[in-house]
């Protein structure tokens, strides 16, 4: 279903996004999500397919949007890890630190 969806669309009806076919309207609706929105959609996501009850085609769906769901998630992780670096830049440049060693408290 899902590839039968892609090849049928027109190439403004889709995007890659790092090697991944994403529905655009699709794009924007994830990239609306809260992080932890988006963790949650993942999770539930993960819980279908090891369900294994969908149809092949549900499946792959189902795993197609998961992993654009990995793919945003990731991009929203290392957008913050470099916000952090940001922050604990230096004289000397961004300096990583440990969280244990950085002095902050969880």
């Known amino acids: 279903m ?4 892609l090849q049928e669309a027109g190439p403004e009806e889709f995007s890659p996004v790092r090697d991944h076919a994403v529905p655009v309207g699709k ?3 994830l990239g609306a999500l809260s992080y932890e929105a988006a963790l949650s959609m993942l999770e539930a996501t993960v819980t ?3 369900n ?3 149809p092949l085609e549900e499946s792959l769906d189902a ?4 992993i654009g769901l990995v793919r945003l998630l990731t991009g929203r992780l290392d957008a913050m890890e ?6 604990l830049e230096g004289k000397d ?3 990583a630190v440990p969280y244990e060693d950085s002095g902050l408290k969880a």
């Open 2 to 5: 899902a590839r039968k969806k």
């Open 27 to 29: 794009q924007a609706e």
């Open 48 to 50: 279908r397919l090891e």
């Open 52 to 54: 294994g009850s969908m």
């Open 63 to 66: 795993f197609d949007e998961g």
């Open 82 to 87: 470099q916000r952090m670096l940001v922050l």
């Open 93 to 95: 440049g961004p300096k």
